[in-house]
């Protein structure tokens, strides 16, 4: 017997609590596989964490609107992002909701607008992305979704979506295997890249929830470094010495421009997400590593009040990260 097919937003809910337990059940594992950009054995712990707050957010809206229904779990997301992959993340979640506004169901048409919407935004935040991890994964689901018959020719019904859905895991699926060949710190380790396998676990979920499906449980078997016998890889990596800053700041185009100037010279892993317009300019979420945090606090303040602050040791192990407070004097 085929399962119903429900692409609306409760489907969606469905989806984000899914994709939670899903990267609950996944985080430690990923953690020992997370060597890239930084080997700090916390990317299952910040995607999981970024999730609950977007699921939570979901949960608690009413709205058949399922663009509204994302935008509102992105947003939530974006304000407790945690990490360079919880950003990624929640960035995907907003830029995703943009093409499906006003629609009460999801279709092949309409994944394939808002996957691709999601993969240009994403590579679009980072200050110097690179092929090989989630944003690999992110683009070779949104290409291989739009060269299905049903985005191609308009097709909205539930056949074409569920063979949509089907080839956008699969697709997510290599593009995660050939992540170990394209950073040369992956090769080395022979590992996957963790954010990219959090991704594909993220996008079964979505499969799963729309089809009336379960999670596929062998859909991570044989890919290097995550067989749960296997050491962790990033224990073995050298340590970054530095911090993680990440905050919420209100800034014109033309100050975030300024300020992203300023932090590529200060650090690494620059992140720049408009959440939502302000007056004449928006909020933004901002991510960096840098050696030191009281660099990046003064370029902050130079150009806007900083609020939300968190800064986390870089070197410190995922599961004992340490946060210090706004008002820690740095």
Request: aromatic fraction near 2%; proline fraction near 4%.
């Amino acid at each position: 017997m085929q399962n119903k097919i429900t692409a609306n937003a409760q489907a969606l809910k469905r989806w984000l609590s899914n994709a939670e337990v899903s990267l609950g059940n996944h985080s430690d594992r990923l953690n020992a596989i997370n060597i890239f950009p930084v080997a700090d054995g916390d990317t299952g712990t910040n995607l999981y964490r970024t999730l609950c707050a977007a699921a939570e957010a979901a949960e608690s809206l009413e709205t058949t609107d399922i663009g509204e229904l994302l935008g509102t779990a992105g947003r939530a997301a974006m304000e407790q992002a945690r990490g360079n992959s919880g950003t990624l993340l929640s960035v995907f979640l907003t830029s995703m909701s943009e093409p499906l506004h006003g629609h009460t169901r999801l279709s092949a048409p309409l994944l394939a607008a808002a996957l691709q919407r999601a993969q240009l935004r994403s590579w679009s935040v980072l200050s110097d992305p690179v092929p090989g991890t989630m944003l690999s994964v992110l683009e070779e689901a949104a290409h291989i979704v739009s060269e299905q018959d049903g985005a191609k020719s308009g097709d909205d019904s539930n056949v074409a979506l569920a063979e949509s859905l089907r080839a956008m895991v699969t697709g997510a699926l290599a593009a995660v295997v050939r992540t170990e060949q394209q950073l040369d710190e992956l090769a080395a380790a022979r590992v996957v890249d963790a954010g990219g396998v959090g991704f594909l676990l993220i996008l079964d979920a979505l499969r799963a929830a729309a089809l009336g499906e379960e999670l596929q449980e062998e859909l991570l078997d044989g890919l290097h470094g995550y067989d749960v016998q296997a050491p962790h890889i990033h224990s073995e990596q050298p340590q970054m010495e530095g911090v993680e800053v990440m905050c919420t700041i209100t800034l014109s185009p033309l100050d975030a421009a300024t300020l992203r100037l300023q932090l590529d010279e200060l650090g690494e892993s620059v992140i720049m997400s408009a959440v939502e317009p302000v007056g004449e300019g928006y909020r933004w979420r901002v991510h960096v590593h840098t050696p030191d945090a009281g660099s990046a606090l003064d370029a902050l303040r130079s150009v806007g009040e900083p609020t939300n602050v968190t800064i986390t040791e870089l070197s410190a192990d995922g599961h004992e990260t340490r946060e210090i407070p706004e008002t820690h004097e740095v």
